[in-house]
Every structure is written in C-alpha cells, then in structure tokens.
C-alpha cells in the first residue's frame, strides 16, 4: 500500500476530490488545511517570516490511502484536477505504508483499509 499527499492550492480543493471520487477503488481521503513556503518564496522570505509568520502560503493537504496498482491514476487524477498551469501549483508525494490497522475490527493486514 502507498500514501499519496498531495498540497494543492486552496481553490482546486473542489476539483481533486471529484477528481478522486471518480476512482471507484478510492475508499476515501484526508484533508487539512496547511501553511508552508517553497522555492518560490521572495529573497528575503526567510527575515521576513521570522518577522511576520503571516507571510506563509495557505494550502490544502490531501491524504489517500490506495492499494499500489491504483497508485498512478490516483496520482495523475490529483496532477489533472490541481493544474493550473501557474507556478505554485503543488506537489503530491508517494509514500510506503508499513502497516494499516482498522481500530474497528483490529484487522492489521494494509489491504484492510
């Protein structure tokens, strides 16, 4: 199993969730709302930041759990639905899982979720 984050702008939320609603094998995801900065950030971002932590960028994180052979169309639904052709436009990460538990029934296997 593989955990897809993914940090898009706040306004293509709407999109990536149908996006992900789309893929019928997608039981589900997670989302948050996050500040952070990236490389795009002004020259003297860092003096800045430390004065005013206004100064972060707002975006949407966004979390699904997807069995590996599901892994790329998850990916390019996110990748299609987050495009705005802007820089800026996010980054989506691919990582393991070493174990999943469903605390409902205790069922412990990554296919279980």
């Known amino acids: 199993m593989k955990m897809i984050v993914a940090y898009v702008k706040q306004h293509r939320l709407s999109e990536v969730i149908l996006a992900l609603q789309e893929i019928e094998d997608i039981s589900g995801a997670s989302i948050g709302e996050v500040q952070g900065f990236g490389r795009g950030r002004a020259k003297d ?34 990748e299609n639905a987050a495009h705005t052709g802007l820089r800026g436009d996010g980054k989506i990460y691919v990582l393991n899982i070493e174990e999943a538990v469903r605390i409902s029934t205790h069922e412990r296997e990554p296919g279980s979720i």
């Open 45 to 78: 971002a860092p003096d800045r930041m430390q004065r005013d932590l206004m100064s972060y960028v707002p975006r949407i994180r966004v979390e699904v759990a997807s069995d590996d052979a599901f892994v790329p169309q998850v990916v390019q639904a996110i």
